[in-house]
Antibody, heavy 118, light 113 residues
Framework: EVHLVQSGAEVKKPGTTVKISCKVS????????LYWVKQAPGRGLEWMGL????????IYAEKFQGRVTITADTSTDTTYMTLSSLRPEDTAVYYC???????????WGQGTLVTVSS | DTVMTQSPESLAVSLGERATINCKSS????????????LAWYQQKPGQPPKLLIY???TRESGVPDRISGSGSGTDFTLTISSLQAEDVAVYFC?????????FGPGTKVEVK
């Protein structure tokens, strides 16, 4: 069974950087791309970007380009999402997810709440 | 980018009654090479991550009860819960996976009347 376990909640000040981890198990890490999705309070789901763990290649949503970095560590089967220059509107739950078919997200982490407040 | 819209924003249905949610994409998500609609439905309960229910517009994920079904093609899709149960209370999202960036609908909240 596929499991994605994310790091714990974070409280950050505006202008700083947050790094969230997502450790996966239950499948071969390099076989599927890993995605990161943002969900602001009471809002919908917003794709941020993805990483292909085998190639190390990334694709980022235009909205987050320049502020987000997604990496994959094949030695620990862990993906990381770093978001910089944090602002209050970045307050959200961030999810990692893996795909079964191209771009279809069938397994999700439990989510990590990031609160940005001065 | 493909914009996904959903209607209604919320609906309240009596237990045992039918719930119908609509999803519309700004561009067709029907791939002609395999004649598949790249449209998925997710269910999200409070404090939980989204759960995949339906993919290819009408294929149920393993373990999803058969009272939940999906239909539609091209740009117009429907999720139907034929007989609402208490455990179906949730927010439902559609998602297109035809192209990057993947995009989600804004969600429909289903409650018990």
């Amino acid at each position: 069974e596929v499991h994605l376990v994310q790091s714990g909640a974070e409280v950050k000040k505006p202008g700083t950087t947050v790094k969230i981890s997502c450790k996966v198990s239950g499948y071969t890490f390099i076989d599927s791309s890993l995605y990161w999705v943002k969900q602001a309070p009471g809002r919908g789901l917003e794709w941020m970007g993805l990483v292909d763990p085998e190639k190390g290649e990334t694709i980022y949503a235009e909205k987050f380009q320049g502020r987000v970095t997604i990496t994959a560590d094949t030695s620990t089967d862990t993906t990381y999402m770093t978001l910089s220059s944090l602002r209050p509107e970045d307050t959200a739950v961030y999810y990692c997810a893996t795909e079964s078919l191209a771009r279809l997200l069938d397994s999700w982490g439990q989510g990590t709440l990031v609160t940005v407040s001065s | 980018d493909t914009v996904m819209t959903q209607s209604p924003e919320s609906l309240a249905v009596s237990l045992g009654e039918r719930a119908t949610i609509n999803c519309k994409s700004s561009q067709s998500v029907l791939h002609t090479f395999n004649n598949q609609n790249y449209l998925a439905w997710y269910q999200q309960k409070p404090g939980q991550p989204p759960k995949l229910l339906i993919y290819w517009a009408s294929t149920r994920e393993s373990g999803v009860p058969d009272r939940i079904s999906g239909s539609g093609s091209g740009t117009d899709f429907t999720l139907t819960i034929s007989s609402l149960q208490a455990e179906d209370v949730a927010v439902y999202f559609c998602q297109q996976y035809y192209s990057t960036p993947i995009t989600f609908g804004p969600g429909t909240k289903v409650e018990v009347k």
